[in-house]
Structures are given as C-alpha cells and as structure tokens.
C-alpha cells in the first residue's frame, strides 16, 4: 500500500551533492515525491511503498555522499499520499529556524582536474572549474538554505552549456550550485599598470584571449624570478587579487582581478601551469 512520510536530514548536507544523491536514490527506489533544502538542511517528501521508504530511509544512513555529515535523520509517521507524480528537486523552503552548518571550501576533485587539464574540454584550465562534489561553499555563501541566489555566484547568469548540466540529473553538475564556466562565471584578469599610471582596474582594456593565457603569463613571471604578492579583498563579487611584481616594482604592478572568490583554485592554476 502506498504511504507517505517526510524525512528531515540534518548536518552538512547543504553543499555536498546532498539532493541530487537523493533524487538519484529515489529514481533507483521507484518513490515520488520532492527534495530540498531548508533552514536546518534538507527535506524529503516522500511517497511509495513502506518497505520501499524504508529501504530508502536506511540507504541515506548508510551512504550519503562523501562530503556530507549527517547529524540526524527525523522522520514523520507515515500518512495518505497526495500522489505525487514523479519526484523531483523543488526551490528551498527558508522558512524557520536558521540554523545551519556549512560545508568548508572543497578542493577541486579529480573529475574536475581531468577536465581542467584536457585541451578538448570546454574549461580547460578554467581557474574556478568545480562540480558537486567540490569547489567553493562557505567562503561564497551569505545566507542559507544554500542555493546559488544565496551566493555571491549569484550576479553570474548560467550560460547555455552550464545550465544544460545543472539541470540534468545525469550529469555530475546537477544542481552543483557555483557552477560555471570562462563563458559564463568568474574571470581572472591580468593587468599591468606603472605606479604614477594606474589604469582602472574594471576595463577589459588588458583582457587575454583566454583564462589559460593568464595564468601561463602569470606563470611566466614567477620563472623569470618575479616576486610576487597576492592580495585579496573580501567584499564577495567584486573582490580583487592583486599581484605586485616586486624587483620591477617601478615599471609595472600586475593585477589580477577576480569576480568572485577561490583562491585555492588559483594557486593550484599558477603550480601547475
Ligand atoms: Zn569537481
Ligand atoms: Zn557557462
């Protein structure tokens, strides 16, 4: 007999691929119903047979996603289904308590340094690559639940191809909220200006052809044996990194300028470039 029965996840499950892990199980499972984040973290509305919930309830105990945390797992008793017609991840509910653990940054994970380093890949050595399993979370969010208008990702309108993944439950960016990409996300500028002469800094004036021609000059500089300083600003989109050439300090002042935060991501670019 089909049931229905809401069931309350708290910990870090906000951030770590919590909801599309539990679309997919549910997908597997034969359940309906819907998925979200809350105030307190993620909400499941579901409905199918008990044994099936059951089922379903122990599989989110035993293997959520590596990155998630969870403290509790809460359930309502079962009750009359309102017959969902599939299941599927629906806006989050901000209403309640706020209270709510955040994810750490995550460093980028192995799928996304594949890609990062494949010349046929659409960000190749696109600095602020991430997925769901990785990327930024508690240094771009500002308020919960976590979606991406609740960060500062959020001036950053999705381009076609980024959109298409984050809306297919398929692809490993479904629903991977700092998604982005060097058409459509944060960009790195490089910028050199002489200290009596300092251009504005938010002109496309010195823009490279590519992400990756920035970095490999930025790279450049540190083997010519430049010495350089990084220094970043926090004020969220608008932040700035700028790079000081020390020995040349008269000639030329490099600036790069990013639009959003992640600078694990940036220096791993200038490592290894
Ligand atoms: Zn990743
Ligand atoms: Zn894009």
């Given at each position: 007999?089909?049931?229905?029965?809401?069931?309350?996840?708290?910990?870090?499950?906000?951030?770590?691929?919590?909801?599309?892990?539990?679309?997919?199980?549910?997908?597997?499972?034969?359940?309906?119903?819907?998925?979200?984040?809350?105030?307190?973290?993620?909400?499941?509305?579901?409905?199918?047979?008990?044994?099936?919930?059951?089922?379903?309830?122990?599989?989110?105990?035993?293997?959520?996603?590596?990155?998630?945390?969870?403290?509790?797992?809460?359930?309502?008793?079962?009750?009359?289904?309102?017959?969902?017609?599939?299941?599927?991840?629906?806006?989050?509910?901000?209403?309640?308590?706020?209270?709510?653990?955040?994810?750490?940054?995550?460093?980028?994970?192995?799928?996304?340094?594949?890609?990062?380093?494949?010349?046929?890949?659409?960000?190749?050595?696109?600095?602020?690559?991430?997925?769901?399993?990785?990327?930024?979370?508690?240094?771009?969010?500002?308020?919960?639940?976590?979606?991406?208008?609740?960060?500062?990702?959020?001036?950053?309108?999705?381009?076609?191809?980024?959109?298409?993944?984050?809306?297919?439950?398929?692809?490993?960016?479904?629903?991977?909220?700092?998604?982005?990409?060097?058409?459509?996300?944060?960009?790195?500028?490089?910028?050199?200006?002489?200290?009596?002469?300092?251009?504005?800094?938010?002109?496309?004036?010195?823009?490279?052809?590519?992400?990756?021609?920035?970095?490999?000059?930025?790279?450049?500089l540190l083997q010519n044996g430049e010495i350089i300083q990084i220094d970043a600003g926090f004020d969220g989109?608008?932040?700035?990194?700028?790079?000081?050439?020390?020995?040349?300090?008269?000639?030329?002042?490099?600036?790069?300028?990013?639009?959003?935060?992640?600078?694990?991501?940036?220096?791993?670019?200038?490592?290894?470039?």
């Open positions: 007999m089909l049931t229905r029965t809401q069931i309350q996840i708290k910990g870090i499950v906000q951030g770590v691929g919590f909801r599309p892990f539990v679309f997919a199980l549910a997908e597997r499972s034969a359940l309906k119903g819907q998925v979200f984040n809350n105030s307190v973290g993620v909400l499941v509305d579901v409905e199918g047979e008990e044994c099936q919930i059951k089922q379903f309830i122990s599989e989110l105990k035993t293997n959520p996603p590596p990155l998630s945390n969870i403290e509790s797992i809460e359930f309502s008793n079962y009750s009359k289904p309102i017959n969902y017609s599939d299941f599927r991840i629906v806006e989050s509910n901000s209403n309640g308590a706020k209270f709510m653990p955040i994810s750490a940054d995550i460093a980028t994970c192995d799928d996304c340094l594949r890609e990062m380093f494949d010349e046929n890949n659409r960000r190749f050595r696109y600095p602020f690559i991430n997925c769901t399993n990785c990327g930024p979370r508690f240094t771009i969010i500002e308020n919960v639940p976590y979606d991406r208008a609740q960060t500062t990702m959020r001036d950053f309108e999705m381009c076609e191809n980024c959109r298409d993944e984050y809306e297919n439950p398929l692809d490993r960016r479904f629903h991977a909220e700092p998604t982005a990409c060097a058409d459509c996300g944060p960009k790195v500028f490089l910028r050199s200006r002489t200290e009596e002469n300092y251009p504005q800094i938010n002109t496309d004036e010195h823009r490279f052809k590519s992400q990756s021609d920035i970095i490999s000059q930025a790279n450049q989109p608008k932040s700035d990194i700028e790079i000081y050439r020390d020995t040349k300090l008269k000639k030329e002042w490099l600036c790069f300028r990013f639009y959003a935060v992640n600078f694990f991501i940036f220096f791993f670019g200038i490592a290894d470039s």
